[in-house]
Nanobody, 115 residues
Framework: QVQLVESGGGLVQAGGSLRLSCAAS????????MGWYRQAPGKERELVAF???????HYAVSVKGRFTISRDNAKNTLYLQMNSLKPEDTAMYYC?????????WGQGTQVTVSS
């Protein structure tokens, strides 16, 4: 069993940066792909980015070039560095694994980007 706890969300102005963290209670070493999803009010949850155990990454078109996903297996932690934030990035961000057949979700961390 793995528990995921996100942190690092907050309120930031457009153009600013935030770094999200996802701490796993169990070992994530054996989990191949871990990812970040987001859900804005009135919209469906969408995949933002994922990273597999070998370090290969995938990004949604809307965040490519602005967001960077990384993982530290020794610290059982997943990260999402978000730069050049836009108001449309406002959403609840969730850590999840394994991608795409999710078994574990975090509780979410709110990111709000003001214009």
């Amino acid at each position: 069993q793995v528990q995921l706890v996100e942190s690092g969300g907050g309120l930031v102005q457009a153009g600013g940066s935030l770094r999200l963290s996802c701490a796993a209670s169990g070992s994530i070493f054996s989990i191949n792909a871990m990812g970040w999803y987001r859900q804005a009010p009135g919209k469906e949850r969408e995949l933002v980015a994922f990273i597999n155990s070998g370090g290969s990454t995938h990004y949604a078109v809307s965040v490519k070039g602005r967001f960077t996903i990384s993982r530290d297996n020794a610290k059982n932690t997943l990260y999402l560095q978000m730069n050049s934030l836009k108001p449309e990035d406002t959403a609840m961000y969730y850590c999840a694994a394994p991608v795409p057949k999710i078994r574990y979700w975090g509780q979410g961390t709110q990111v709000t980007v003001s214009s």
